[in-house]
């Protein structure tokens, strides 16, 4: 029986042959946003945040993933161009928003 700090993230079969599959640091990135993502819908510094987005930074996001700032900048430019997120900036801060968000 899960606790309440347990989260789980919903995977589907159809990543098996996509462009996340072939490469394992995007398969990770893309489960990793997918496990960060809001499913509720919040205020974060004066911004709405909707389910499937989350605020990040680039600095926490590649500390928590292990990698250096430079590689998880560049994964998640690789994920935005084959269109599984898409990354809005504003003078309060960086949205990732997932695509396909159910």
């Known amino acids: ?30 489960h ?4 960060k993502a809001s499913h509720n819908t919040y205020e974060w510094h004066d911004t709405i945040i909707h389910p ?4 990040i930074s680039h600095r926490h996001m590649a500390k928590e993933l292990n990698w250096s700032k430079g590689k998880a900048e560049l994964k998640l430019q690789i994920l935005e161009k084959i ?10 801060g960086t949205i990732l928003r997932i695509s396909d968000w159910e």
């Open 1 to 30: 029986m899960p606790n309440n700090c347990e989260r789980y993230v919903k995977s589907y079969p159809r990543y098996v042959g996509s462009p996340i599959w072939s490469d394992d640091s995007l398969f990770k990135l893309f």
């Open 32 to 35: 990793y946003c997918l496990y």
């Open 52 to 55: 499937g987005e989350l605020p």
């Open 83 to 92: 269109g599984y997120v898409s990354v809005f900036s504003s003078k309060k």
